[in-house]
């Protein structure tokens, strides 16, 4: 029976690299992993798994337990290899699971039955802008508003005011401040944070909020563009997951200049 081995850190670099070729496809598989091997000595408590450390096809699963999330790849059809490596998950409860492709629903289904738990399936889209086209981008300006990065005091502002925080997460927000990029929009006046977006380790943009105060002036737009144009600065495009059902959020990324590009799929443990 192949052992499950962990990937050196040392050669996450040359798997994430494997997952330049499809781009965007394979665009979450890529930040997850870089994202990984930027900052695994401060976050800690990521793995990557493959079979026998044979991972020339792609397959791989990442573990992270300090915000228990699971994402898996492959560049081939079969799945069998990543049903064995799942193993190592033995019980552990997950937050969340990351699936590109409906091809990999057996996975999923296996992994219900290790951990004897049940998954909620959400439906999303990948929106994709690329760095060429950002670059182009024109940032309005609005009256008594001034933009800039958020620093991590900004993120018990943001913590308080999302609508999906929960006990402790305000070092989940300020951790992700710290990690990657983000920007806010403020009051030239009282200086007071009145929109933000964040970004994910998946590369993904995260936590868009305009405080209701300042609903229907913009703001969402003007954060997006601004984020977007500040990663197209340091060479990199963006992306953004968002809910079929959303038609808000899709909107407003097409407004920007984002096109659909595929269909992903992320699970959630149901308590």
């Known amino acids: 029976m192949s052992s499950i081995t962990e990937i050196p850190v040392r050669e ?5 690299d494997m997952y330049l070729v499809n781009w965007p496809k394979d665009y979450i598989t890529y930040f997850t992993i870089d ?22 096809d792609g397959t791989f ?20 290899k990543l049903k064995a ?11 969340f699971v990351i699936s590109m492709s409906k091809k990999f629903e057996p996975l999923i ?40 990065l958020l620093v991590e005091d900004d993120g018990d502002t943001v913590n308080e005011l999302w609508p999906h925080k929960f006990t402790g997460s305000v070092h989940f927000v300020k951790n992700l401040i710290r990690t ?26 995260a936590m868009l909020q305009v405080r209701e105060s300042h609903y229907r002036n913009g703001l969402g737009r003007l954060v997006t563009t601004a984020m977007t144009k ?11 997951t968002i809910l079929m059902n959303n038609i808000a959020s899709r909107n407003l990324f097409m407004s920007v200049g984002y096109e659909e590009a595929y269909e992903m799929f992320i699970y959630r443990t149901i308590d």
């Not at 573990?63 to 799945?79: A, C, D, G, P, R």
């Not at 994709?128 to 300006?141: Q, T």
């Not at 990657?180 to 009145?194: E, H, I, P």
């Open 180 to 205: 990657d990029y983000s920007m806010g929009a403020f009051s030239k006046t009282s200086g007071d944070l009145l929109a933000w977006i964040l970004r994910y380790p998946t590369g993904s943009f």
């Open 12 to 16: 996450w670099s040359t798997l994430r």
């Open 61 to 80: 699963l990442y573990v992270s337990k300090k915000s228990s999330v699971v994402h898996f790849n492959t560049l081939t059809e079969n799945i069998e």
């Open 109 to 148: 289904k296996y992994m219900e039955t290790l951990a004897n738990v049940k998954y909620e399936y959400e439906d999303n889209s990948l929106f994709y802008i690329d760095k060429e086209k950002a670059l182009d981008l024109k940032i309005p300006e609005v009256e008594d508003i001034f933009l800039r």
């Open 35 to 56: 994202h990984a091997l930027k900052h695994w000595k401060e976050n800690g408590g990521v793995s990557i798994y493959s079979l026998e450390n044979d991972y020339e």
């Open 85 to 95: 490596i799942s193993n190592i998950l033995g019980n552990m409860r997950l937050q």
């Open 230 to 240: 500040k990663l197209a600065e340091n060479g990199l495009d963006s992306s953004a």
